[in-house]
């Protein structure tokens, strides 16, 4: 099976989407799946392997961490022609995705689209909500020319088929059990950044942006009572465009780590002891399942795709959405009783382990291999799943 993939993001970018990627390009990689992948550079990188194309790219002016491809169709077509791909995964429905919507088109390859994020939700925090009705015109023409469209929770497919998108398939997410773990928790992680041994640590893990609702976690624990704001200290880890306009000093106990990845990543969580996730434009929000994975009960919204790894009283807390009321009581309830948070935490962990990134992409591949038996193509080399 060869298989050509095209995606507005990729390692080294820090995301869920590039995380998801990564892990299925490993996948193909360990079952013999040939591929070639074509996604922008990144700071400037153009270098290529043998299956990764870089694509000179631009910041996007609205949200730099997104890049803007540069490519010429001619150049991206020879590189397809000889690698005779039998599918066409497209991650993105702009630049790139068109690229690869085209060779498509005129190659007659089948080709499948997999939909991760919610622009037309972003719009609203950006100030440009007129845009919206245009922006599902077009994805809903994108995703028409694909015989799957693949979106991560059931949530997101009932958004997807309201909006006139067909042959919708749920491509959920799996996590990797031994990166997040609870073994990873250690005092060196409070030394580190200078926090007391004895404060419960709750943590954010995503970008500093207000389509993440970043401002509900921070009304909610500058307004928390005295005697819970006693007992806690809060982590933010990631980075993004409102991290400069906030003023660390208006927010006691309080520490920004920056990006991490890795076994710092692992252990920020693991070392930590309740999650706070308040965004409510998530297709999944992968983060709520690596802080499962660590042993962290979890405080979100009750909106979007967390909703898919939250069961509200067992392994976490469902929360109004942008209620800064309902978030603050929620930090409330699970600080100042240790029995339920526990208790949580175990349940957190008892869900995280039925993900597996393995099963994910199995499924994925079935998915693949019926597209083509519908359209009776067979695949260059057939896969061996060991």
Request: glycine share 6%.
């Amino acid at each position: 099976m060869r298989i050509a993939l095209f995606t507005d993001t990729f390692a080294p970018q820090v995301n869920g989407v590039a995380m998801t990627l990564s892990r299925l390009v490993a996948y193909w990689e360990q079952h013999g799946i040939e591929y070639i992948v074509f996604a922008p550079d990144e700071l400037g990188q153009t270098e290529d392997s043998d299956q990764i194309k870089r694509i000179l790219s631009l910041p996007f002016p609205l949200y730099p961490e997104c890049r803007i491809p540069l490519s010429r169709y001619a150049s991206i077509e020879k590189q397809l022609t000889d690698f005779q791909p039998d599918l066409i995964h497209l991650v993105t429905p702009f630049t790139l995705g068109l690229i690869g919507l085209r060779y498509g088109q005129r190659h007659k390859v089948p080709m499948v689209a997999s939909y991760h994020t919610h622009f037309d939700q972003y719009l609203d925090y950006y100030r440009l909500p007129f845009l919206k009705k245009m922006l599902w015109t077009y994805v809903t023409w994108f995703h028409s020319h694909c015989e799957r469209n693949y979106c991560p929770s059931a949530s997101t497919k009932q958004i997807l088929e309201e909006n006139g998108i067909q042959n919708v398939e749920i491509w959920s997410r799996g996590i990797d059990h031994s990166l997040y773990h609870p073994k990873y928790r250690t005092p060196k992680f409070r030394e580190k950044y200078q926090i007391a041994p004895d404060k419960l640590l709750l943590l954010y893990v995503g970008r500093v942006a207000p389509e993440k609702d970043i401002d509900i976690l921070l009304d909610s624990y500058q307004t928390l009572p005295q005697d819970v704001t006693d007992r806690v200290h809060l982590v933010i880890v990631g980075d993004g465009p409102l991290l400069q306009k906030i003023n660390q000093n208006d927010y006691p106990n309080m520490t920004w780590t920056g990006f991490l990845r890795g076994k710092e990543l692992s252990e920020a969580y693991a070392s930590s002891d309740l999650f706070v996730f308040p965004s409510t434009t998530e297709t999944f929000g992968n983060v709520v399942l690596e802080a499962m994975a660590s042993g962290l009960p979890v405080i979100g919204a009750d909106s979007g795709g967390v909703v898919d790894s939250i069961t509200h009283m067992k392994n976490g807390l469902l929360c109004h959405p942008r209620s800064v009321e309902s978030f603050r009581e929620g930090i409330n309830l699970l600080v100042r009783n240790d029995h339920l948070r526990l208790q949580m935490a175990h349940f957190s962990r008892t869900h995280a382990l039925k993900r597996s990134w393995e099963s994910i992409f199995d499924r994925l591949t079935d998915s693949y291999c019926t597209v083509l038996d519908a359209q009776n193509h067979s695949p260059s080399r057939a896969m061996q799943v060991k």
